[in-house]
């Protein structure tokens, strides 16, 4: 069973940039679709981007195109989250995902716990 696990969270200035990683601590990514979500206190979880297991197809939530890129590396495990120009409504927890295909519904097999993105405003 694969388990993941997210890093790079932390604060950040307006108009700056963080990128955040998934690796799995157990088991490969390199086979499963993957996305980032992301969940406020009292909101619902939120798809963010996602990107196929050949990391070819990436698809975006509309509030982040631009300014953030899916990006994957099969020969080294991890999965990215380029974000470019946060704002502070985005200060949220990040959630890596993974499954039998890329998806933007949180309907995946496999999910880490997670890293905040604080704003530091």
């Known amino acids: 069973q694969v388990q993941l696990e997210e890093s790079g969270g932390g604060l950040v200035l307006a108009g700056g940039s963080l990128r955040l990683s998934c690796t799995a601590s157990?088991?490969?990514?390199?086979?499963?679709?993957l996305s980032w979500f992301r969940q406020a206190p009292g909101k619902e979880r939120e798809f963010v981007a996602t990107v196929s297991w050949t990391g070819v197809s990436t698809d975006y939530a509309d509030s982040v195109k631009g300014r953030f890129t899916i990006s994957r590396d099969n020969a080294k495990n991890p999965l990215y989250l380029q974000m470019n120009n946060p704002n502070t409504e985005e200060t949220s927890g990040y959630y890596c995902a993974g499954g039998a295909a890329e998806s933007r519904y949180p309907t995946y097999d496999y999910w880490g716990k997670g890293t905040q993105v604080t704003d530091s405003a």
């Open positions: 157990r088991g490969s990514l390199s086979n499963y679709g």
